[in-house]
């Protein structure tokens, strides 16, 4: 069995709601609001080399294309029929990305060789089992150089009675086990487990299906 084809919980929870996903998530997450913070924390250079773990059906790496067309950027993820939808997205968008099918704690040697500089990842660890989450991000400090920054925009810590009950729309669709640890406020913690110094949450974010927190990390 190939790394990609072990089990992860697609981009909507359910492999036939992937087609609705992009409508579902300009929807419910204020979408604009924080891709754009995201963007501008990730600053993308030309000289940049970013890989985008999870990257779905590639909103955010195309963002990144268009805001820095000359930065390399690479969308990892290990679902297929997303990343059939990332590709034509990215097509008709006229954005050169390079797509690799694989987990986020296996990319294959021509990601770990690419000499990545940055790594973003939005939406992706809440619906990660525990030990995945501490995977994927040991092996972003693992694939950074000193001073590479990781940004992550995902669920956070849900600090209000009313952010809880919101997010309980987001722990039907992808389960209570995967998504509370993010509620509990984990990702910061795990962060620093794994090596990286400092780590801050720049962002929260208040949208109808809880609050999406954005997080740097810099590796020393
Ligand atoms: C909710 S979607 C987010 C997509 C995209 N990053 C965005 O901002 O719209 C989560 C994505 O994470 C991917 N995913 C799930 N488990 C993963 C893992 N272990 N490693 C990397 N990606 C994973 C899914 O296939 C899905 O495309």
């Known amino acids: 069995m190939s790394e990609a084809s072990r089990d992860f919980v697609p981009a909507l929870g359910q492999n036939w709601l992937t087609p609705l996903y992009d409508l579902t998530i300009a929807l419910t997450t204020r979408e604009g609001r924080w891709r754009k913070l995201l963007l501008k924390a990730a600053d993308p250079q030309p000289e940049d080399i970013i890989l ?115 997010f309980g729309a987001v722990q039907r669709l992808d389960g209570v086990e995967y998504t509370q640890p993010n509620a509990d406020g984990i990702l910061p913690e795990i962060m620093r487990e794994s090596g990286f110094s400092p780590v801050e949450e720049a962002n929260v974010v208040a949208t109808l299906v809880g609050s999406i927190s954005l997080y740097r990390a810099i590796k020393p």
């Not at 195309?62 to 990343?83: A, F, M, N, W």
């Not at 590709?87 to 694989?102: G, H």
């Not at 973003?120 to 991000?137: C, E, M, Y």
């Open 52 to 166: 985008d773990i999870g990257c779905g059906t590639a909103s955010f790496a195309i963002l990144l294309k268009r805001s820095s067309p000359q930065t390399r950027v690479i969308g990892l993820d290990p679902d297929s029929e997303v990343l059939m939808i990332a590709k034509r997205k990215a097509s008709e968008a006229d954005a050169d990305i390079e797509f690799v099918e694989a987990m986020g704690d296996a990319p294959p040697e021509s990601v770990q060789q690419a000499g990545v500089t940055k790594i973003t990842s939005s939406l992706v660890l809440h619906q990660v089992p525990l030990d995945g989450k501490r995977a994927i991000i040991g092996k972003a400090y693992d694939l950074l150089p000193s001073g590479g920054r990781l940004h992550i925009a995902d669920f956070g810590e849900q600090r209000t009675k009313l952010m809880r009950f919101l």
